[in-house]
C-alpha cells in the first residue's frame, strides 16, 4: 500500500490567513511537491523556491555547477528529509524577491485512499497573494490601499484586478490538483519486442 503524508502548509507573516491542507505521497520528490504547494496556494510558478530544513536547503541546482547552492530538489523525496534530518517541520521560500515563506507541517502519515487521485485536497482557507506584491509588507499595504477608497493608490490597486482575500480559490485549485495527479500519473510501459530466430 502507498503512504501518503497530510501537509498543512501556511503562508507566514499573512492576513488573513492562508492555508492549504492536503495529501500527497509520501515519496514524492521535492520538485513535485513544489508544483503541488504552486497549484495549492495560487502561485505562478515565475520564480525560484527552496525547501529548508536543519540547515539543508533543496531547490534549482546552478546546472553550472559555479555556486554552492541548494541540493537538488528533483532528487531528493519528502520521505528522504523526514528521515535524514528527522524533522516533520519544512519551510518553503517562494520568490527570493517577495520572501514568500511558507511553514509545511507533516499532520499524520497513512495509507492511501484506493482509487483516490493525488494531490488531494482537503481544505483550503484565504486567497494567495497577488505575485509581485512586495511580499508580507506589500501585501498588507495592497490591502489597505483596497479597502480605503481615499487612499492614494486605491485606484492603481483595484485596476483590473478582482481579488477577495478570503477566497482560497477551491475549484481552481481542484482542477489544478487533477491537472497534476493525471500529469504524474505512471506510464503503461510499451512491451519490449525481441526478435526470435525464426
Same mark, same amino acid.
Given at each position: 500500500m502507498t503512504?501518503v503524508?497530510?501537509?498543512?502548509?501556511?503562508?507566514?507573516d499573512?492576513e488573513?490567513e492562508?492555508l492549504?491542507?492536503?495529501?500527497?505521497?509520501?515519496k514524492?520528490r521535492?520538485?513535485r511537491?513544489h508544483?503541488?504547494?504552486?497549484?495549492a496556494?495560487?502561485?505562478s510558478?515565475?520564480?525560484?523556491?527552496?525547501?529548508?530544513?536543519?540547515?539543508?536547503?533543496?531547490?534549482v541546482?546552478?546546472?553550472d555547477g559555479?555556486?554552492d547552492g @541548494?541540493?537538488? +530538489?528533483?532528487?531528493?523525496s519528502? !520521505? #528522504?528529509?523526514? $528521515?535524514?534530518?528527522?524533522? =516533520?517541520t519544512?519551510?518553503y521560500?517562494?520568490?527570493?524577491?517577495?520572501?514568500?515563506h511558507?511553514?509545511i507541517?507533516?499532520?499524520?502519515i497513512g495509507?492511501?485512499?484506493?482509487?483516490?487521485?493525488?494531490?488531494?485536497?482537503?481544505?483550503?482557507?484565504?486567497a494567495c497573494?497577488?505575485?509581485?506584491v512586495?511580499?508580507?509588507?506589500?501585501y498588507?499595504e495592497?490591502?489597505v490601499?483596497?479597502?480605503?477608497?481615499?487612499?492614494?493608490?486605491?485606484?492603481e490597486?483595484?485596476?483590473g484586478?478582482?481579488?477577495? @482575500?478570503?477566497? +482560497?480559490?477551491?475549484?481552481?485549485? !481542484? #482542477?489544478?490538483? $487533477?491537472?497534476l495527479?493525471? =500529469?504524474?500519473?505512471?506510464?503503461?510501459?510499451?512491451?519490449?519486442?525481441?526478435?526470435?530466430?525464426?
Amino acid at each position: 500500500m502507498t503512504l501518503v503524508a497530510r501537509l498543512k502548509v501556511t503562508l507566514s507573516d499573512v492576513e488573513p490567513e492562508v492555508l492549504r491542507r492536503f495529501d500527497v505521497p509520501l515519496k514524492i520528490r521535492l520538485s513535485r511537491l513544489h508544483e503541488a504547494i504552486q497549484a495549492a496556494m495560487g502561485w505562478s510558478d515565475t520564480h525560484l523556491y527552496e525547501f529548508r530544513a536543519g540547515g539543508v536547503g533543496w531547490g534549482v541546482a546552478d546546472p553550472d555547477g559555479f555556486h554552492d547552492g @541548494p541540493l537538488p +530538489a528533483s532528487k531528493t523525496s519528502l !520521505l #528522504d528529509v523526514i $528521515e535524514d534530518v528527522g524533522t =516533520k517541520t519544512i519551510h518553503y521560500i517562494y520568490d527570493f524577491g517577495d520572501n514568500w515563506h511558507h511553514v509545511i507541517r507533516v499532520e499524520k502519515i497513512g495509507d492511501a485512499i484506493p482509487g483516490a487521485d493525488y494531490p488531494r485536497l482537503v481544505r483550503a482557507i484565504g486567497a494567495c497573494p497577488p505575485e509581485d506584491v512586495g511580499g508580507a509588507p506589500g501585501y498588507a499595504e495592497f490591502l489597505v490601499a483596497r479597502a480605503d477608497p481615499n487612499h492614494e493608490a486605491h485606484a492603481e490597486m483595484m485596476d483590473g484586478c478582482k481579488f477577495d @482575500p478570503d477566497d +482560497a480559490g477551491i475549484d481552481r485549485i !481542484l #482542477d489544478n490538483f $487533477e491537472r497534476l495527479a493525471k =500529469k504524474w500519473a505512471p506510464r503503461p510501459r510499451k512491451p519490449k519486442f525481441t526478435s526470435r530466430p525464426l
